[in-house]
T-cell receptor, first 112, second 113 residues
Framework: KAGVTQTPRYLIKTRGQQVTLSCSPI?????VSWYQQTPGQGLQFLFE???????NKGNFPGRFSGRQFSNSRSEMNVSTLELGDSALYLC???????????FGPGTRLTVL | KQEVTQIPAALSVPEGENLVLNCSFT??????LQWFRQDPGKGLTSLLL?????REQTSGRLNASLDKSSGRSTLYIAASQPGDSATYLC????????????FGQGTILTVHP
C-alpha cells in the first residue's frame, strides 16, 4: 500500500501571497489531519477532516483553511502569508476515528 | 488542557547501549498513545501504538509501556545502533471529540559508533 503523499515537497513564497498544499491519504483512510511543525512551537494541530467534514480545528487564524474531497484527498490553504508561517506542514491519515495515524513526508514552506 | 513532556530533551549514547525515553502527560483520560520517529527534515514514522487498555507494545528492539493512572509512558530501545539516531516523539490521543494528537517536544537521540 502506498503511504501518505504530500505535494509539493518544497515551496518558497513571499509575504502576502497565498499557498495551497495537497495531501493524499493511504487508500481506504477517511480521516485526514494537518499539523504545523516549527522549531519553536513543535507540532501543532491545524484541523481534522473526516468524510469531507471538518470535525476539529486547532487554534490558528482564519487565514488557514482546508477541505476534503470525496476521494478523501485533502488540501489546506494559507492566505496572506506571513514570515511566521514558514514551517513543515505535515498531513496524517487514519482509517477512521480513534485509529493509529500515519504521516506523510511533509511540505516545507518558506516565506520570504 | 493536555500537556505532554518528554525527558530527556537530548541523549547521546555509544552503540550497543540499552536506553529509555520518557513521556509524561497531564490528563490521564487518553484513548491511545503513539511513539514516532522523525529523521531531520522528514515526516514522522509511527513506531508503536498503545491503546489505553494496554500496558505495553513491542516491535523488534522497541518496547513501549503505558501507565495511564500515573500519566507516563516509556520507550525502551535495546542494543542501540547508529541508525537509531533521530528525534523520538510521543503523542497522546484523547478521542474523536478532540480529534488530534498532542505531541511532546521530542527527545533527540544520537548513537555513536
Amino acid at each position: 500500500k502506498a503511504g501518505v503523499t504530500q505535494t509539493p515537497r518544497y515551496l518558497i513564497k513571499t509575504r502576502g501571497q497565498q499557498v495551497t498544499l495537497s495531501c493524499s491519504p493511504i487508500s481506504g483512510h477517511r480521516s485526514v489531519s494537518w499539523y504545523q511543525q516549527t522549531p519553536g512551537q513543535g507540532l501543532q494541530f491545524l484541523f481534522e477532516y473526516f468524510s469531507e467534514t471538518q470535525r476539529n480545528k486547532g487554534n490558528f487564524p482564519g487565514r488557514f483553511s482546508g477541505r476534503q474531497f470525496s476521494n478523501s484527498r485533502s488540501e489546506m490553504n494559507v492566505s496572506t502569508l506571513e514570515l511566521g508561517d514558514s514551517a513543515l506542514y505535515l498531513c496524517a491519515s487514519s482509517p477512521g476515528t480513534d485509529n493509529e495515524q500515519f504521516f506523510g513526508p511533509g511540505t516545507r514552506l518558506t516565506v520570504l | 488542557k493536555q500537556e505532554v513532556t518528554q525527558i530527556p530533551a537530548a541523549l547521546s549514547v555509544p552503540e550497543g547501549e540499552n536506553l529509555v525515553l520518557n513521556c509524561s502527560f497531564t490528563d490521564s483520560a487518553i484513548y491511545n498513545l503513539q511513539w514516532f520517529r522523525q529523521d531531520p527534515g522528514k515526516g514522522l514514522t509511527s513506531l508503536l501504538l498503545i491503546q489505553s487498555s494496554q500496558r505495553e507494545q513491542t516491535s523488534g528492539r522497541l518496547n513501549a509501556s503505558l501507565d495511564k493512572s500515573s500519566g507516563r509512558s516509556t520507550l525502551y530501545i535495546a542494543a542501540s545502533q547508529p541508525g537509531d539516531s533521530a528525534t523520538y516523539l510521543c503523542a497522546v490521543y484523547r478521542g474523536t471529540s478532540y480529534g488530534k494528537l498532542t505531541f511532546g517536544q521530542g527527545t533527540i537521540l544520537t548513537v555513536h559508533p
